[in-house]
């Protein structure tokens, strides 16, 4: 099984929101084999501009260290020209933010599941088909 997470995914876990610990589930799941884990390197761009934002440049090149290290259980994919089209064609489509486009188009391109709490995605979803995991309000 194959899953696509988006940064509102990765913030929510690494920030312990609600719905973290589905996200930790998944992650383990992961760690295990049990599903495959990817990620826009678009997405965890904004997750690091939040986090600095947020809580400071040191926690955000802590995390950028700990991706390049390859700390997370998910594959990263580089926004290719492909995918910048996609994206800008379902920003084009749909009240998506850029990002969340790389997020879409990279879940339909691998035939996998967004994994999201995002509201935007959960509303454009049903009109534009794309498959989502929605992260449960705990």
Wanted: glycine share 8%; proline share 5%; hydrophobic share 45%.
């Amino acid at each position: 099984m194959k899953k696509v997470l988006d940064a509102y995914a990765v913030l929510c876990w690494m920030q312990d929101e609600p719905g973290a610990s589905y996200v930790d589930r998944l992650m383990g799941e992961a760690e295990e084999g049990r599903v495959e884990l990817a990620i826009s390197a678009v997405n965890l761009g904004e997750v690091y501009y939040r986090l600095f934002r947020s809580r400071g440049e040191t926690e955000a090149e802590d995390f950028r260290a700990d991706v390049a290290a390859g700390v997370f259980p998910w594959r990263v994919f580089p926004a290719s020209n492909r995918r910048v089209w996609q994206a800008a064609a379902l920003k084009g489509a749909f009240r998506l933010s850029y990002a969340d486009a790389f997020a879409v188009a990279l879940a339909g391109e691998l035939g996998a599941e967004l994994v999201t709490g995002d509201p935007e995605i959960l509303a454009a979803a049903p009109e534009g088909g794309f498959s989502v995991d929605p992260i449960p309000r705990e």
